[in-house]
């Protein structure tokens, strides 16, 4: 039998095996089962229960956290996989990005990636070249 044993998924994530099961009977998670009737979590249900983590440990609430990954969860059928984008808090607003795409996880509406770093060269270069 393939996948992760409860107590694998819990080490691995930072979870306690309750928290863990929580996401299964919530139904963000549909482990199969294994020989002895636990679960065997596949490595997409850990990297949403990663993600789960990451997003409680950035003080996003657990219901929104939740709502937010139900959501995702669904939308994922078209794309790969969960491990093809990154999500993460902003401030108050739960992020998602794909290659060059960043929107917001709960509206859709999609953000501009204004990254500091890469427009911080060139002002540097700007300002050596004022007399």
Known sequence: ??????????????????????YVRR????????????????????VLLRTAKGLLDAQVSSRRAYRVLLKLKSELTAMKSLSAVRIFADGNNVVVRQDSAVWNAESGQGHLNFAVSELASSVAELDRQQP
């Open 27 to 46: 139904g963000l998670l549909t482990p199969e089962r294994g020989g002895r009737g636990g679960g065997r979590f596949s490595f997409q249900d850990v």
């Open 1 to 22: 039998m393939t996948g992760y044993a409860t107590r694998d998924v819990s080490e691995l994530i930072g979870f306690n095996a309750d928290q863990v099961r929580h």
